[in-house]
């Protein structure tokens, strides 16, 4: 799929242009966007200055390219991007936050007589005292320039590490929500900015979501109130390239994500075509996930699974989508081979 550069002008945004990436949406039962690329690093390039540029978070580009030093890969060291995604399993729109990708994906209402696109960018999730919670939620509020009222528990955190914090963190560089911030129905998260961008893409937060600057500005202006936001936990994801089955295999996050429900209310005002998530304890080992999504991958549409090549795929767990598959004509023909 071709992957598309939008440069903001003017008329789009009221300060200066800004550059946000977007692949067209494929059709129904086709599921991968993008490719893998490679670059060759600079002299004065970190890896998280090149994942930054190219709109890839810090693990991303640290699992592509194993044994390369994150702050000196050094000047000619060829750096793989791993542009290449496979989209989130479940309907597509709204906001999908795939908290073991660290990764979230925007799907627009599309413009009549246009072709749909997907936005799909870094995050930061909570860390393992202080996890992303998953569920079902929306868009309740949406601020520019917000002022940061530090709950409790995280003043608590900072006195006890001697770096107290006041009641109120007004705008300006010292704000960890950075310019902008979109408030989700679940009480007390957001997905924010942030005034350390080198944390993007990592476990880091107190529970919110975390963007880089100019990502949160971008969907700022593009996403609205009542957005519908689907927060899940998905390590494997497999899906369809024209006859291939391609699998895309993450890490397990070290912790499980409590799951949270919003009000009965709430939930009949979001469309009724998105499920909650069921809780997901995190016992499940790499191949649990690997065959409860090829029963979703394959519940229209009938393939096999090399399990030789999952295998493999899951000891480099690095994100990197792979054909592992094939379709097939006969559905009662075997789901695997060697």
Request: proline share 10%; charged share 20%.
């Amino acid at each position: 799929m071709r992957k598309l550069f939008f440069t903001l002008v003017a008329s789009i945004a009221a300060t200066a242009p800004v550059y946000a990436e977007v692949f067209e949406l494929p059709p129904e039962g086709h599921d991968v966007i993008g490719t893998v690329s490679t670059i060759t690093a600079r002299y004065e390039d970190t890896l998280v200055d090149i994942a930054r540029r190219h709109g890839l978070g810090y693990y991303d580009l640290v699992r592509a390219n194993p044994g390369v030093n994150v702050w000196v890969p050094g000047e000619g060291t060829e750096i793989i991007l791993p542009s290449r995604f496979i989209l989130p399993p479940g309907p597509r729109k709204g906001l999908v936050l795939n908290l073991a990708e660290f990764r979230m994906y925007y799907f627009p209402q599309p413009a009549v007589g246009k072709p749909a696109y997907v936005y799909t960018y870094p995050m930061s999730i909570g860390r393992m005292d202080w996890e992303t919670p998953l569920g079902l939620t929306k868009i309740v509020a949406m601020a520019k320039n917000p002022a940061w009222y530090p709950p409790q528990s995280v003043r608590d955190e900072h006195a006890a590490d001697g770096d107290p914090l006041p009641r109120i963190v007004p705008a300006g560089p010292q704000n960890p929500l950075g310019t902008r911030a979109l408030r989700l129905g679940l009480p007390g998260y957001l997905i924010h900015g942030t005034n350390r961008p080198a944390g993007v893409g990592m476990r880091v937060s107190h529970g919110c979501v975390r963007m880089f600057p100019e990502d949160i500005e971008f969907l700022f202006d593009h996403i609205k109130v009542n957005t519908p936001v689907r927060i899940i936990n998905v390590p494997v994801k497999i899906g369809w390239d024209g006859e291939e089955l391609v699998a895309e295999i993450h890490p397990l996050l070290e912790a499980p994500q409590p799951l949270v429900e919003e009000s009965l209310e709430q939930i009949e005002q979001l469309d009724a075509d998105i499920e909650l998530p069921a809780p997901d304890p995190n016992s499940k080992d790499p191949l649990t996930y690997v065959t409860e999504q090829f029963v979703v991958a394959t519940t229209e549409r009938a393939g096999q699974l090399d399990w030789d090549l999952i295998e493999k795929l899951v000891g480099r767990s690095d994100g990197i989508p792979e054909v592992v598959g094939v379709a097939i004509k006969n559905a009662a023909t075997s789901a695997a081979f060697k």
